[in-house]
């Protein structure tokens, strides 16, 4: 017969080597990167989650930092999705509020006596259920424009899965909420789905780390450089020209609904050809900053001249392939720090001052002979 409890402890163990490891490799690395420190809280605090769900050794009433930690666990796997996915160039502590706000409705639940604290409980899954969904959203929503291949490859395996666990918890919890039975050996299940999890992110992520963590580009005009060489052949040089011919000459970037089919379809090239060439030769991670690296460049061009003051800036959003507003001064934002109307104000020279002359010739008199 099986030891289920020895089983459960080499399986938690093996989860906590697997969580350190891909967290270390994170930590480690000399790039300053959001993914860097957002990997490393993410993957301590999976380790915390491991710990907590052993019950045998009662490990959350010895240490309650060790449950606070796991409850952050959701929190920071959505500020992960974030910085892994969305090449985000520098960390925004807002992207931690989710973690806290989660901790703060867990220790609000947990202090809540055992007769009207359902409710709360409650509130905290539905919260951990929203944030998996939403950072699902996130994951799946740039899989279309990502341009790295291994990290497109990622986005269904790992953090899906990541997300089926942290779904199926809240299952779990929310069964207990409702009075139903749990399942049998749930404490086993979970030490092993962690023990899986642990070793499916350690190979996917230190495999293609040097690929995800990257220092994105601060310059739309200088992006990151290439990861490897890549041995052009005469239809790849083909492919670059008419590119450079599409972007440069045409300006197709000013198309509202511009997408890497499209223009695949334009250059007359297979899609992952010209994904391979945007991403290895010219250094680009995502599509859409591919694209909007040409907008804002022309953005700034706009609104630092002087004949073009009275035009509104959504007008100029607008004339640069922007559906609206709100996407080019958050993409106008990451890319300069500050927003167009800073911009404007800053970078337009101020106009020629006029002054009259006098001159000592009399004014001419109209012609009364008319």
């Not at 950072?135 to 990541?162: E, F, K, S, T, Y």
């Not at 404490?187 to 780390?209: F, P, T, V, Y």
Request: charged share 15%.
């Amino acid at each position: 017969m099986v030891d289920t409890i020895l089983l459960e402890t080499l399986a938690r163990g093996a989860a906590i080597g697997g969580f350190a490891v891909t967290g270390l490799a994170l930590v480690l690395d000399r790039r300053v990167t959001p993914a860097r420190w957002v990997g490393g809280l993410f993957f301590a605090c999976a380790i915390a989650h491991v710990v907590e769900g052993y019950r045998q050794g009662g490990a959350a009433a010895a240490f309650p930092i060790v449950c606070v930690l796991s409850v952050a666990t959701t929190g920071l796997f959505w500020a992960l999705a974030y910085a892994l996915f969305t090449d985000e160039r520098r960390f925004s502590l807002h992207r931690l509020w989710p973690a806290v706000g989660l901790v703060a409705l867990w220790l609000l639940a947990r202090s809540m006596p055992l007769t009207i604290c359902r409710p709360f409980w409650l509130a905290f899954n539905l919260a951990s259920v929203g944030l998996v969904t939403h950072a699902l959203l996130v994951i799946w929503r740039g899989w279309r424009g990502d341009l790295v291949d291994q990290r497109r490859q990622l986005r269904g395996p790992v953090m899906i899965a990541a997300a089926g666990y942290i779904l199926l918890l809240s299952v779990r919890d929310m069964a207990w909420i409702g009075g139903l039975p749990g399942l049998p050996a749930a404490s086993l299940l979970q030490a092993l789905a962690l023990a899986a999890l642990a070793a499916a992110a350690s190979i996917a992520l230190l495999r293609a780390e040097p690929l995800l963590v990257v220092v994105p580009a601060t310059d739309e005009a200088a992006p990151s450089p290439p990861v490897a060489a890549l041995d052009l052949t005469p239809a790849d040089r083909l492919v670059l020209a008419r590119l450079a011919n599409a972007m440069d000459d045409d300006e197709v970037w000013r198309g509202e609904d511009l997408s890497i089919s499209a223009l695949a379809a334009l250059v007359g090239a297979p899609e992952h050809r010209l994904r391979r060439l945007i991403n290895g030769v010219l250094g680009h991670r995502n599509f859409a900053d591919y694209v909007n690296g040409r907008r804002i460049a022309a953005a700034k061009l706009a609104l630092a001249a002087p004949d073009l003051a009275l035009k509104s800036i959504s007008t100029i959003a607008y004339d640069l392939g922007f559906a609206s507003l709100g996407p080019f001064n958050r993409a106008f934002r990451a890319a300069t720090g500050v927003t167009p109307t800073e911009w404007r104000v800053a970078n337009t020279p101020p106009p020629a001052r006029l002054r009259l002359v006098e001159t000592s010739d009399p004014s001419p008199k109209a012609d009364k002979t008319a």
